[in-house]
T-cell receptor
């Protein structure tokens, strides 16, 4: 099964700034997924990123806030823009046809 | 609209006994179900899964049961150990049109399991 890595593992950011999270897979995949888990909440899908096309966002998530890049079949980035304390979450990536997630990025916004 | 529901926020069990965690779903398109264990500030750890063509899958101490007619699944942990204490999430997915892969996961709200020594 695919091995998924993420960078950074954690970060503490100031309100109003942006953070870009990277997700790397050790094999080529068509679909990559970005999830968020806010404190005490369940995991929620932010968007699906297919290589060569625009990401598909779930209800409640917009491209201006969470722009996603998918430059090739093994890599994707998620940017959390103009951050507020409500964006403090664990951000996770996953890929199609796997039960596994990346290790997650723990984001704290002050 | 919560398509996957875990109605029990918490469960407390004595060490050595059985833990039963329940999950209900509403979307008939879901045909693949998974259970995850999660510790605070970590990503979810995959435990066990089941396809809709089966009604039971077993892996060591973990067994998942699926009742498609009731749209209900459960995770049994026998025997329960203190190290099993964590938040457990069930998740569901629908295979693509070709039936060859599954994609995005829809998660339940989670159940906090506490196993007492």
């Amino acid at each position: 099964s695919a091995v998924i890595s993420q960078k950074p593992s954690r970060d503490i950011c100031q309100r109003g700034t942006s953070l870009t999270i990277q997700c790397q897979v050790d094999s080529q995949v068509t679909m990559m997924f970005w999830y968020r888990q806010q404190p005490g909440q369940s995991l929620t899908l932010i968007a699906t990123a297919n290589q060569g096309s625009e990401a598909t966002y779930e209800s409640g998530f917009v491209i201006d806030k969470f722009p996603i890049s998918r430059p090739n079949l093994t890599f994707s980035t998620l940017t959390v823009s103009n951050m507020s304390p409500e964006d403090s979450s664990i951000y996770l990536c996953s890929v199609e046809d796997t039960q596994y997630f990346g290790p997650g990025t723990r984001l704290t916004v002050l | 609209d919560q398509q996957v529901k875990q109605n029990s926020p918490s469960l407390s069990v004595q060490e050595g006994r059985i833990s039963i965690l329940n999950c209900d779903y509403t979307n008939s398109m879901f045909d693949y179900f998974l259970w995850y264990k999660k510790y605070p500030a970590e990503g979810p750890t995959f435990l066990i899964s089941i396809s809709s063509i089966k009604d039971k899958n077993e892996d060591g101490r973990f067994t998942v049961f699926l009742n498609k007619s009731a749209k209900h699944l459960s995770l049994h942990i026998v025997p329960s150990q203190p190290g099993d204490s964590a938040v457990y999430f069930c998740a569901a997915s629908a295979r693509n049109a070709g039936g060859t892969s599954y994609g995005k996961l829809t998660f339940g709200q989670g159940t906090i399991l506490t196993v007492h020594p």
